[in-house]
């Protein structure tokens, strides 16, 4: 596939940080620029484009709310959905909490309106909330993918960095996610830039972890069921290689894998390309692709394993409740 030097998007890149700082002065400076909800907003974003472990922590926040006992309900914009479809966020959201409202509105505003009037939520977890600045936020959370914490340095178009690193001084918590892939000395370094632009402030660890295997009859078993068998590792997501290397470290051996783009709309097509490549071996997806493979996957095909994935806090946690709790505090 032919690509553009990120040199010759250098000057694109210049136009479009300008506009961000204009955009960010505005809403620094000017009080009336951001609305705020009658009821607690909690934020969660990066300063990527790409996956950085947001919908796991989104679904870990939500499942913190729920048990003190909250009504919680996502707001998210429906990023790339299919016309007449739900977004694969919003699938992955609604399988992992069919009791939680989730309002898919680009108008953050009016979903938490929404939130409010017509679900009855006591507070709101913001899906990709950093750069949606309209909606105010009662804390803020930026996620640090530790496998690719600075999108190559460069802004778009030229790199992946929606904001420059100064932007994260907005943050009130920071996530380091994936530390248990990331290579020694990583999360030190990161941290370090963190508190260069950031200053002291809260610093989360968190470890992406396998929970169970699911089967299309809904059979569950664990994880550990992978070991010494050969399987087909399939995704869609923002950054395949941390999926496919859980999948290896529990079939203790290298996987084969195919790779579609991030938010990849299957088709036929794909299916008998995916079952062609897996013959008899289990083909192994994300709870994402699962949900856009089921109904296309043939009676007669390889089994077709959804690997859940959960975010671990591994350090940091006491402090992130903390800041949970000042926010939407307990009870019902």
């Given at each position: ?14 136009l ?60 998210t ?22 009791n939680?409202p ?54 778009l ?24 892939q ?10 370090g ?57 529990l ?6 894998y ?9 088709d ?27 109904p ?37």
């Amino acid at each position: 596939m032919f690509q553009v030097s990120p040199a010759l998007l250098a000057p694109l890149a210049m136009l479009y940080g300008g506009a961000i700082r204009a955009r960010n002065w505005y809403f620094d400076c000017v009080a009336s620029a951001a609305r705020h909800a009658t009821v607690p907003v909690i934020s969660v974003g990066n300063l990527t484009v790409g996956g950085t472990g947001k919908t796991p922590l989104v679904i870990e926040i939500v499942r913190r709310l729920v048990l003190s006992g909250r009504r919680p309900a996502i707001l998210t914009r429906g990023y790339k959905a299919a016309a007449g479809a739900p977004a694969d966020e919003v699938l992955e959201f609604s399988t992992a909490f069919p009791n939680v409202p989730v309002v898919v509105n680009a108008n953050r505003v009016a979903g938490a309106v929404t939130a409010q009037q017509k679900h009855r939520a006591n507070c709101l977890v913001l899906d990709d909330g950093f750069q949606h600045r309209r909606l105010h936020r009662d804390l803020d959370i930026v996620l640090i993918d530790a496998l690719n914490p600075w999108g190559g340095g460069r802004l778009l178009p030229a790199g992946r960095l929606r904001e420059p690193p100064s932007s994260l001084r907005r943050a009130d918590v920071f996530v380091i996610t994936r530390v248990n892939q990331a290579e020694h000395g990583a999360v030190a370094a990161i941290a370090g830039v963190l508190r260069h632009h950031a200053g002291d402030k809260p610093l989360v660890l968190a470890a992406l972890e396998a929970e169970s295997l699911t089967f299309p009859d809904a059979a569950s078993r664990p994880p550990t069921d992978i070991a010494g068998r050969p399987v087909l590792a399939v995704s869609g997501i923002g950054n395949p290689r941390t999926f496919e290397k859980l999948v290896e470290s529990l079939a203790g051996q290298p996987a084969e894998y195919l790779r579609f783009a991030d938010h990849h709309r299957y088709d036929p097509n794909d299916v008998a390309r995916i079952v062609a490549a897996a013959g008899d071996n289990w083909v192994v997806t994300t709870r994402k692709d699962w949900v856009k493979l089921c109904p296309l996957w043939p009676d007669r095909g390889p089994p077709l394993v959804r690997l859940d994935m959960k975010l671990t806090l591994t350090a940091g946690a006491p402090e992130f409740d903390a800041r949970l709790r000042a926010v939407c505090g307990t009870g019902s």
